[in-house]
């Protein structure tokens, strides 16, 4: 039968696991971190708020109530 590792195989199983399930973590933390996507949430609500007011969608008062708000946060 092929189940018999030996002595410490079964360590030996739990390594090799714990180093790959280590290297694909940091290869994906790595390019989550260097990919450039990831902004503040508040930027990109104010982001929004711009474009809106940009197009139009909403007033003057408005604007500046919301962007208050924002602030605030």
Do not use: C
């Amino acid at each position: 039968m092929m189940w018999e590792f030996g002595t410490g195989g079964g360590w030996m199983i739990l390594m090799m696991i714990l180093f790959w399930g280590g290297t694909i973590f940091l290869i994906t933390w790595g390019v989550r971190q260097f990919s450039g996507h990831s902004q503040p949430t508040a930027n990109r609500a104010m982001e929004v708020l711009e474009e809106r007011y940009a197009r139009g969608e909403i007033t003057d008062k408005e604007f500046e109530a919301m962007r208050r708000t924002l602030a605030d946060r």
